[in-house]
């Protein structure tokens, strides 16, 4: 997608075509006597370049060449001779100016930091295109060519190298078959399917159409051959984000084992420089940000899944998923999109137990995903027994049971209370078409906290639970700190006023898609946690919330933003 659209040598490619083509057009009659032709092409190459950025949505990388573009018309016809950086540097100055916020995307630092590399690795290169410079004149063609072959295979190197780190840091993944993909997609795309596609937008029909095949064609053929490399095993490396001391380390050596110079030119110090790159595959370490638990604390990440829910509970040796997200479509589905990179980018290839509250697709979604790239040693949860995830469990040995009203366990202090449903309650007779009365209310706490994850449960199944809080009930929570996640995304048929009541949250939250179609959270709901003077956080005000529950008796619960970058101390 990245070379079709919005590939900086496409940008290039076209904007020389547009200055060859108005060069053509303007060395006619007298027109040079007006304007020089060389100034009027680096304009029309920029115009060129300008359209087609235009044309790409202005991603970051056709930004970075159509400034560069510019810069170089600018500095022909005010007569100067810019330096290569200097071209980069201004290009750099005019994406910050228009966009401050794009270092904030993984485009913006593959794109200027792969020209980056090229621009300081290939400095002192007479030969990277094949073109003879001076004495190189009288350089036989065969050795020519066999020297660009060689440095396009440096820069596929260097750019490969030097962008390790930030694959890993955005990407948590390093492709190895990378280098052999580019070395024939790049030009396939490049020189072949790019120039007959928009040839044959421009160009009437009936020879359009004649130029469109064969640039589908090699497009097909290239995506059946990019899948069956994909598809090898040890095709991609997956590691968790590297930390910040491991992206310096690397980039030190990074630079030094990419500098100008003939590559055996002390080859011992650039093989040393390419091992600082080593830390960046260290083994998954909590860094001090992510506040290391102790026995008896915990960590809650309500991950920001849109209209579906998806909470990851962490003890100090244990992990437990409540619910996997929304699915849309066959492939669309959170676990693909969100939780299996989140767990990636924390080092997370196993979770203890998998917790289902129901059957509703936007909270089982994303379990087959996950199931495929993430090891689970159990499942308990509130299904059918015909239910398609059941039997994938099946398949894969992965023990399920379901869920119960009085079953509780404890991991490294932490206890885990099912309150919903009873074992009398079954789908048959008591919720035939109501699954989301059936799903399963887990309490986690420890000794000053309590956490509750209600999944979609409503009114009828909100009132069996506040039965069963009679005062022995309650003294068992006893004056916890008590975190409340708003049932059914806090739709009009739940948060009743009973429950909310007796359970006297000091704090609520919703997980729920931005101005979804049903409405969650119902104003009426939101009316009422206010009126109970209860802090309601909705995912799509706060994005991805983590609630950290401490085990000392002072600021027992922390609650971080990850929209905004802030921290609470209650």
């Not at 729920?512 to 209860?534: C, E, K, V």
């Amino acid at each position: 997608m990245h070379l079709i659209s919005i590939s900086g040598l496409h940008v290039t490619m076209l904007a020389g075509v547009g200055a060859s083509f108005a060069a053509f057009i303007w060395r006619r009659r007298t027109w040079p006597l007006i304007a020089p032709v060389s100034k009027v092409a680096a304009i029309s190459g920029f115009i060129t370049a300008f359209v087609y950025a235009w044309l790409a949505g202005f991603q970051i990388p056709a930004q970075r060449t159509m400034y560069m573009v510019g810069v170089v018309a600018f500095a022909l016809w005010t007569g100067r001779n810019p330096r290569s950086f200097d071209i980069w540097w201004w290009a750099l100055a005019f994406v910050l100016l228009v966009d401050p916020m794009a270092p904030y995307t993984p485009g913006f630092w593959l794109s200027f930091g792969a020209v980056a590399a090229i621009l300081y690795a290939m400095g002192d290169s007479s030969g990277l295109v094949g073109v003879p410079t001076g004495k190189e004149l009288e350089v036989h063609w065969q050795q020519r060519m066999l020297q660009a072959l060689k440095e396009a295979c440096r820069v596929q190197a260097v750019i490969t190298l030097s962008l390790l780190p930030f694959t890993l840091y955005w990407f948590y993944q390093v492709s190895i078959v990378s280098p052999l993909a580019n070395a024939f997609a790049i030009p396939l795309v490049s020189y072949i399917v790019t120039p007959l596609a928009i040839l044959g937008a421009m160009l009437p029909e009936f020879i359009g159409r004649w130029l469109i095949w064969p640039a589908h064609a090699a497009m097909e053929y290239l995506a059946v051959v990019l899948e069956w490399m994909a598809g090898w095993s040890w095709s991609v490396v997956w590691s968790k984000q590297p930390e910040w001391w491991a992206l310096l380390i690397s980039g030190l050596g990074i630079v030094y084992a990419i500098r100008p110079g003939d590559i055996l030119d002390a080859w011992k110090w650039r093989v040393l420089g390419i091992a600082f790159c080593i830390p960046l595959f260290a083994p998954a370490i909590q860094p001090l940000s992510s506040f290391l638990l102790g026995h008896g604390e915990f960590r809650a990440s309500v991950l920001d899944i849109g209209q579906g829910t998806a909470v990851l509970i962490e003890t100090k040796n244990r992990r437990l998923l409540y619910d996997t997200g929304p699915i849309q479509g066959k492939k669309d589905d959170a676990g693909q999109r969100i939780i299996l990179p989140y767990l990636r980018g924390t080092g997370i290839d196993h979770i203890d137990r998998m917790v289902i509250s129901h059957s509703d697709s936007d909270h089982v979604g994303g379990a087959a995903t996950l199931l495929k790239h993430i090891h689970f040693d159990s499942m308990i949860g509130s299904l059918p027994s015909n239910n398609p995830l059941l039997q994938n469990l099946q398949a894969r040995k992965v023990p399920s049971i379901p869920c119960r009203f009085g079953q509780r366990w404890e991991w490294d202090g932490i206890e885990f209370v099912i309150w919903h449903p009873h074992e009398a309650t079954i789908f048959s007779n008591q919720h035939p078409e109501k699954p989301n009365e059936m799903s399963c209310v887990l309490e986690v706490r420890n000794k000053q906290s309590s956490l509750w994850l209600t999944g979609d449960v409503e009114k009828q199944g909100e009132a069996e639970i506040t039965e069963r809080l009679d005062d022995v009930m309650l003294q068992e929570i006893g004056d916890r700190e008590l975190i409340f996640m708003a049932p059914h995304h806090g739709s009009k048929t739940s948060s009743s006023l009973a429950l909310l009541r007796r359970l006297n949250p000091d704090q609520a939250f919703a997980q729920n898609g931005y101005r979804n179609r049903y409405g969650h959270p119902h104003a009426d709901i939101t009316a009422r946690y206010r009126y109970l003077d209860i802090p309601f956080y909705q995912t799509p005000e706060t994005g991805a919330q983590s609630w950290l529950f401490k085990s000392n008796t002072k600021s027992s619960t922390q609650f971080w933003r990850h929209d905004i970058k802030r921290l609470w101390h209650r």
